[in-house]
């Protein structure tokens, strides 16, 4: 059975420093996608990266970058130099291909950058 | 719209009465999700529509929940006799479907409170 799980439930930062979020899931499925959403405070939640897992290219954009490997299930997501603004509840959430669209999420991590 | 749009924000009620929740998706999405996201908690997949199939009524938590769409565009969320346990933020998404690793778009949620 397919599941996401975000070991960290906390992790709190100051300003300027770098942080990784963790992600591992299981899938039996060969093809499947990765997902990063953000929940800041006010709740709504924001698509950040898809990933699929034919594409084990990491990816940057900006001041966040992921790292995808299959090897060990897992899908990371870094953030560089964070910002007060980076605070929030950060998910990772996985679908498979015969699920299409559902997507299963982790527990979440929430995130306290401190000025 | 622009994005999907949730009715009501918040809605308090009394245990054992019925609710009714809305969710417009985004014109042009043929998919549709309800989650559920308990206070502190990950998002827990409720029901999921496509166009014209079978709703993927597998995350439904009892016969008292319980959802409609009509064709590609409003859907609602019915829970009857409302207990304590089902206060919760109802989050509606849609995505344009489809295409298996479609990115969900978000509304801002339902917050229920049952007292």
């Known amino acids: 059975a397919q599941k996401v799980t975000q070991a960290q439930t906390e992790i709190s930062v100051v300003e300027k420093e770098d942080v990784t979020l963790d992600c591992v899931y299981e899938?039996?499925?060969?093809?499947?996608?990765l997902f990063w959403y953000k929940q800041p405070p006010s709740g709504e939640l924001v698509f950040l990266i898809r990933?699929?897992?034919?594409?084990?290219q990491n990816e940057i954009s900006g001041r966040y970058s992921w790292n995808f490997q299959k090897s060990t299930s897992s899908f990371n997501f870094t953030i560089t130099a964070s910002q007060v603004v980076d605070s929030a509840v950060y998910f990772c959430a996985l679908s498979e291909k015969d699920n299409t669209d559902k997507l299963i999420f982790g527990t979440g991590t929430r995130l306290q950058v401190f000025p | 719209g622009a994005g999907v749009s949730q009715s009501p924000s918040n809605k308090v009620t009394e245990k054992g009465k019925d609710v009714e929740l809305r969710c417009d998706p985004i014109?042009?999405?043929?998919?549709l999700y309800w989650y559920r996201q308990r206070l502190g908690q990950g998002l827990e997949f409720l029901i999921y529509?496509?166009?014209?199939?079978?709703?993927?009524k597998s995350g439904l938590p009892s016969d008292r929940f319980s959802a409609e769409r009509t064709g590609e565009s409003v859907s609602t969320l019915t829970i009857q006799r409302t207990q304590q346990e089902d206060s919760a933020v109802y989050l509606c998404a849609s995505s344009l479907g489809g295409r298996v690793g479609s990115p969900l778009h978000f509304g801002n949620g339902t917050r229920l409170t049952v007292t």
């Open positions: 014109s042009g999405h043929t998919a």
């Open positions: 990933r699929n897992s034919f594409d084990e």
């Open positions: 529509f496509q166009g014209n199939s079978a709703p993927d």
């Open positions: 899938t039996r499925d060969t093809t499947y996608y």
